[in-house]
């Protein structure tokens, strides 16, 4: 199964300047229970925007760059490779960034979101969810407290079989 997994703000914000406009805790413990143990697919500017990279996760590159190395890292050249390298029978996760996300929506059989109930100003945006083509299937709903700046809520949507 390939799953988009992000955090977007009400107006579809993802980030600003290769990074995160917000940090809500319990998203990245959401963020790391879903990945872990799983091939994580994102482009090279969103990799990069890591200190490290991610434990415990096989990454994917997508990079246009020839030569682009890391150890440890599988790197393909399109979305399309990307895909072919990760097993066929296993869930796989795509995590960004913007023109991924785009290029993945065609694809994808879910998007687990962090919709962030705020409006941000940003230079990345996560793509519109067309509601003809994806039904949202569960939602948390969680208030803004003393760790959490903004209100927000994990949803799942699965693509429709219908259309």
């Given at each position: 199964?390939?799953?988009?997994?992000?955090?977007?703000?009400?107006?579809?914000?993802?980030?600003?300047?290769?990074?995160?406009?917000?940090?809500?805790?319990?998203?990245?413990?959401?963020?790391?229970?879903?990945?872990?143990?799983?091939?994580?697919?994102?482009?090279?500017?969103?990799?990069?925007?890591?200190?490290?990279?991610l434990p415990n996760r096989t990454h994917i590159i997508i990079t246009r760059q020839k030569n682009y190395h890391l150890?440890?890292?599988?790197?393909?050249?399109?979305?399309?490779?990307?895909?072919?390298?990760?097993?066929?029978?296993?869930?796989?996760?795509?995590?960004?960034?913007?023109?991924?996300?785009?290029?993945?929506?065609?694809?994808?059989?879910?998007?687990e979101l962090t919709r962030v109930h705020h409006h941000f100003d940003a230079d990345t945006y996560f793509p519109e969810?067309?509601?003809?083509?994806?039904?949202?299937?569960?939602?948390?709903?969680?208030?803004?407290?003393?760790?959490?700046?903004?209100?927000?809520?994990?949803?799942?949507?699965?693509?429709?079989?219908?259309?």
């Amino acid at each position: 199964m390939i799953i988009l997994i992000a955090a977007a703000s009400e107006n579809n914000a993802l980030g600003k300047n290769n990074d995160l406009i917000w940090h809500l805790p319990d998203d990245f413990k959401r963020f790391k229970t879903l990945t872990t143990a799983h091939h994580i697919i994102m482009g090279r500017k969103t990799f990069e925007s890591f200190p490290k990279p991610l434990p415990n996760r096989t990454h994917i590159i997508i990079t246009r760059q020839k030569n682009y190395h890391l150890e440890g890292c599988l790197i393909a050249d399109s979305l399309e490779k990307a895909l072919t390298m990760a097993p066929k029978n296993e869930d796989v996760y795509v995590i960004g960034g913007g023109e991924i996300y785009k290029q993945a929506m065609a694809v994808a059989d879910k998007i687990e979101l962090t919709r962030v109930h705020h409006h941000f100003d940003a230079d990345t945006y996560f793509p519109e969810i067309d509601e003809k083509e994806w039904q949202l299937v569960d939602e948390e709903y969680h208030s803004k407290d003393e760790k959490h700046e903004f209100d927000f809520t994990f949803q799942t949507f699965i693509r429709n079989t219908t259309t």
